[in-house]
């Protein structure tokens, strides 16, 4: 178990130990992820881990689209390899966080659910605040 963690926090802050400065998600990202998580399907149409994918894919797209900003991420730096860590014990593998969970749970609600545990999950790994469960 400890070993386990100690790969979790490794994995989630190896792209950030040179730079010696782990970012946290900004605000306006953290307050869309708890909205998305409160009211899924006002944001993505139903219940679908997949949707909830593609709906990130976008928002990054856009961002380095619109506002040039190349570095851009709604989902922490490290997190598929903290899920593959997590769901597998390691992170060989070539499978994103969205087919890792299905893999794992093949029910849409509990895979999102599992999605927003593990989100949460990884962010407090790094020393940050999980993601509200409400609106603020």
Known sequence: SYRLISELLFFCRKDKVMENAITDINIVERK???NIK???GMYIGKMS??????????Y???AKLHFNDEKHHILPEGFN???AVKLLGHNKTVLNYC???YETEGDED???NMFFELLNEC??????EPISDCED
């Open 110 to 112: 509990k895979a999102v």
């Open 32 to 34: 869309l992820l708890a």
């Open 49 to 58: 881990l997949e949707f909830l994918q593609n709906f990130f894919n976008g």
């Open 99 to 101: 087919s890792l969970i």
């Open 81 to 83: 390899d903290f899920v």
């Open 60 to 62: 990054n797209c856009a």
């Open 123 to 128: 962010l407090i790994s790094q020393g940050f």
């Open 38 to 40: 409160r009211r899924p």
